[in-house]
Structures are given as C-alpha cells and as structure tokens.
C-alpha cells in the first residue's frame, strides 16, 4: 500500500489527524466531495445555536479518523483487517454523507423525493467508474454485501464511526455538553466476535452514557422546538416556490436550484441520465437556497415573500409541542386567527402558514442488530439485557404546531 500522499489538518474536535491512503485525498480533492464544504451538518440549528455552523465536509472527515482509530484497535486485538479492507472500509465512511442535500435532512423530500443514502451510492458508484473500479469493495461494504459484516457495522450500525463523530461534534460545536460521549474509550473498547461488532465488557458505562447523551442530543438540538419551526418554514418556502415554478411562474433563483424546482425528478430519473443527474446535484448546496430566499423575499407572491422574508430575519413562527395531538377544534381557532391576520393572501396559504404533525426520537431500537456486550468468558449478551437503569427503547413522540407568532390565541 502507497502512502505517498499524507495530508495533515487540524481537526477542532480531534487535534492533528491525517488522511493515510492516496485514493482517500484524491477522493476528498473530487468536487464531489468539496461541495460538503457547503452543506450545513445540522441545518438551521445555528438559529437557535450561534456555533453551529460546521458542514458535512468536517464531519466526514472527522469520521474517517475516527474510523482509523478504530482498525488500529481491532487489529491490535488480532482481527484480520487487510490493507484493502482497511482503505475500503475508510472510502465508505468518508463518502457516507455524499448525497446530503442542502441544509442536509430538512430539504430531503422536498427538491428531490430522493433519500440521501441512495444519492451516495449513486455518487460513490459513479466516482468508482471514474478511479477505475477502486471502489467497487467500499461500495460493497456499504451496502452490505461483504461476509464481514463488522466493516459494514463500523459505517453504519448502533456504533458506527458516523454517530461517534456527529455526537461528539454536534456537541463541540453547539456548546450542548450533554452531548459529550466518550468516543475515545468506547473505540478502546471495541471487538469483534463470530463476525460482528461487540464491546467488552468494560465499556459498558461508556455505552450508556453514549445512549443517553443520543436521546438528550436529539430533543435539545436535533429537534429543538425553534429548529424544528425554522426547518418546517423552510421545507414550506422551497415548496411554495415549486408550486409556483411548476406552474411556469419566473423565479429568480440559480441555475443549479432551479433544475429541480422546474421538474419532478425521481430515482428513476436519476439512474435513467446517472453521470448529468449527478452533476446538477453536486451544484446544489446551502448558498444556492439563501441566495434563493433573498430574492424570494421580493416575489410578488405574497406568501413566498412572506415565508422567505421571514426566514431571512429569523422571524420565526410560533411552536407548541405536546405529548398528545392537538385538538381539531384548537386547530381550527389557530387557522381562524391566521385567516384574520392574511387576508387576502392566495388560495390554500393556510397550508404553509399553519403546520402540524409530529417527531419521534428512538434512542435505541432493539428491532435492528443490538449493541453486544462481549464478556470475559466468551459469552455475548444485547445491551438491553445488561444495562443497570434499564434501557430506554420505546419511542418518544411530540406533536407540534407551528403557526406565525402574532396570531397566537
């Protein structure tokens, strides 16, 4: 294996780390993946967190160290990692976070009924065409489609490298301390037993700290309420925008955004024109809907102005939560109090004005492989059947109502 390119960066979070492999800085080189460097890892969060204005580019790369540390551990416990298995399994985490849209999740279904795990594999299987087949077992790990199935758990499982490295980031750059895992231990403490991922027994108060630390992250931050409401308002913008531009009204907006908002595009599209397709999407990231809502915000549209207006000058709409749906006859005084404040806006705006529905969060489903906990004697036992507190797997949910702030009752 040639290790003729070692690019060295200072990580915020990490310190110095490096990137080992050849094909791996030439992968981070590809506009490809330079375009992370626009994507907001957490979208809309730094609304209500100033710090957290980090992107996809720093979280893969984060990752991908993390993902080094944890072979140098397994192989230092004598499970067979070969060279390409090691460059392969690093590929996958790198690229894992490719197909992330603008402002990552928020936007996931509304520019592109695509999920962003599917674009990363459209994205890595076109890169591997492009580096001559040097992806072909990266892709296969991600996929799942490798015998050892542990190299796919390191990418995407209950303790993949990419939830070590977005907990532990999200944190740093949020200031939410409740977020902080100990990453480091927990990947001291990994192994593999009879092909899976496990973690001796002596890690186990890590892994209950990193299962707390997830559900806290995910009301404090991931679903904040003001986050939630900011991210709701922009899924409305972008689709009100789409109405509109479907109906062949003129839309200020660049090139790259808007080839997806004069058409209905599928996966199917995509796989029919692969190479164009992909191209498009690697020119549509978080600086293309900015400067979009800017010129939105002078529409004549009223109620795209209004909504991107509104974005802009973080204005952003009311938000009640409750742990039971909201009553329809509350429902319906809300939309009287709206009705009464936009008069005259155009026909079914109550639809973007006033939103509801509901968020889960899952700390941890005992439904997909469990965390295994490998004992002294061999033995193996799921984390739900050894944790001192008791396991947290029922999912909790929310229901909200989002509506502009001045029409409150």
């Known amino acids: 294996m040639t290790m003729n390119k070692r690019k060295i960066f200072n990580d915020p979070v990490y310190g110095f780390t490096s990137i080992p492999y050849g094909i791996l800085f030439d992968l981070v080189e590809h506009p490809y993946f330079q375009r992370l460097r626009r994507i907001k890892q957490v979208s809309l969060t730094h609304y209500v967190y100033p710090g957290a204005l980090h992107t996809r580019f720093h979280h893969a790369l984060g990752a991908l160290h993390l993902m080094g540390e944890a072979i140098e551990v397994l192989r230092s416990k004598d499970v067979d990692i070969s060279p390409e298995e090691a460059e392969a399994v690093s590929i996958a985490i790198l690229l894992h976070d490719i197909g992330h849209g603008p402002f990552s999740h928020t936007l996931e279904h509304t520019l592109i009924n ?192 209004y909504l991107a207006d509104s974005i802009i000058g973080r204005r952003i709409f009311r938000i009640e939560l409750k742990n039971l749906p909201f009553e329809p006859s509350y429902l319906e005084e809300v939309k009287k109090q709206v009705e009464q404040r936009f008069e005259g806006f155009p026909e079914g705006y109550l639809d973007y004005l006033v939103m509801s529905g509901d968020q889960t969060n899952h700390a941890y489903n005992t439904a997909k492989d469990e965390i295994k906990i490998l004992y002294k004697d061999g033995s193996v036992l799921p984390i739900s059947q050894v944790m001192d507190f008791g396991l947290q797997t029922n999912v909790s949910k929310k229901y909200y109502l989002c509506y502009p702030k001045n029409s409150a009752v």
């Open 114 to 305: 695509v999920h962003h795990e599917e674009l990363s594999l459209r994205f890595m299987e076109r890169l591997n065409e492009v580096f001559g087949g040097k992806l072909a077992l990266a892709i296969r790990i991600f996929k799942d489609e490798y015998p050892k199935k542990f190299l796919h758990q390191l990418v995407s499982g209950q303790l993949d490298m990419d939830r070590m490295d977005y907990l532990n980031r999200d944190s740093y750059f949020t200031g939410v301390s409740e977020g902080v895992i100990g990453f480091d231990r927990i990947i001291k403490m990994l192994a593999v037993h009879d092909g899976e991922l496990a973690v001796e027994e002596k890690g186990i108060y890590s892994i209950e700290k990193f299962l707390i630390a997830r559900r806290l992250m995910y009301w404090q931050v991931y679903l904040h309420k003001t986050v939630l409401a900011a991210e709701q308002m922009l899924i409305k913008t972008l689709q009100r925008a789409k109405q509109l531009a479907m109906r062949g009204e003129q839309l200020d907006v660049p090139k790259s955004l808007a080839f997806f908002l004069y058409q209905d595009i599928s996966l199917e599209d995509f796989d029919a024109k692969l190479p164009e397709m992909l191209g498009h999407f690697a020119r549509l990231d978080d600086y293309d809907i900015f400067s979009a809502l800017k010129g939105f915000a002078d529409h004549p549209d009223p109620l795209l102005a």
